[in-house]
T-cell receptor, first 116, second 113 residues
Framework: AQTVTQSQPEMSVQEAETVTLSCTYDTSESDYYLFWYKQPPSRQMILVIRQEAYKQQNATENRFSVNFQKAAKSFSLKISDSQLGDAAMYFCAYRSSQGGSEKLVFGKGTKLTVNP | NAGVTQTPKFQVLKTGQSMTLQCAQDMNHEYMSWYRQDPGMGLRLIHYSVGAGITDQGEVPNGYNVSRSTTEDFPLRLLSAAPSQTSVYFC????????????FGQGTRLTVV
């Protein structure tokens, strides 16, 4: 079974600075999908960014980018120019590409605090 | 477009009571799932479904029951509530394939006393 590990339960960053959240995963598959979700205090789960394993290019969405290292099974999220609204729980998630294995597996999350 | 509608948002149960958490989606998604979120544990999969009439167990299925009679609805039943089931519950739906985004309901905060 696939597992996702987020080794940083909590992180903090100064407003306008850059922060990187770590995520590693364990899988024997070669094709899969990775996601970062944000959960603000409202509890709503919001997709931040996604990455297909077969793509070598790292995904980018505005101030959010990933560093995808397939061989190392690492998928970190970089937030640039941090804003107060970025304060939230961030969850890394894995999804298989194989039929019959569509489950989305989450890490335990990282709580990000943004200091003014 | 309503997305994923999950009700209720809050619920308090007494030990031994039963209840059903409702989940409905209007995006014609084949895949639906239920998670529970506990502090320090992330989101753990309870049950999931890949289509009407098909359900399967996730990581923490004990004490919960599901059915999928239609594509739109995927209710979660607590058979006999226990304090250990105090948690925040999320319903999610998505298309079956690949990198499609999972859409989540707003969550249900359940307290069992």
């Amino acid at each position: 079974a696939q597992t996702v590990t987020q080794s940083q339960p909590e992180m903090s960053v100064q407003e306008a600075e850059t922060v990187t959240l770590s995520c590693t995963y364990d899988t024997s598959e070669s094709d899969y999908y990775l996601f970062w979700y944000k959960q603000p205090p409202s509890r709503q789960m919001i997709l931040v960014i996604r990455q297909e394993a077969y793509k070598q290019q790292n995904a980018t969405e505005n101030r959010f980018s990933v560093n995808f290292q397939k061989a190392a099974k690492s998928f970190s999220l970089k937030i640039s120019d941090s804003q107060l609204g970025d304060a939230a729980m961030y969850f890394c998630a894995y999804r298989s590409s194989q039929g019959g294995s569509e489950k989305l597996v989450f890490g335990k999350g990282t709580k990000l605090t943004v200091n003014p | 477009n309503a997305g994923v509608t999950q009700t209720p948002k809050f619920q308090v149960l007494k030990t031994g009571q039963s209840m059903t958490l409702q989940c409905a989606q209007d995006m014609n998604h084949e895949y639906m799932s239920w998670y529970r979120q506990d502090p320090g544990m992330g989101l753990r999969l309870i049950h999931y479904s890949v289509g009407a009439g098909i359900t399967d167990q996730g990581e923490v299925p004990n004490g919960y029951n599901v059915s999928r009679s239609t594509t739109e609805d995927f209710p979660l039943r607590l058979l006999s509530a226990a304090p250990s089931q105090t948690s925040v519950y999320f319903c999610a739906s998505s298309y079956m394939t690949g990198n499609t985004e999972a859409f989540f309901g707003q969550g249900t905060r359940l307290t069992v006393v």
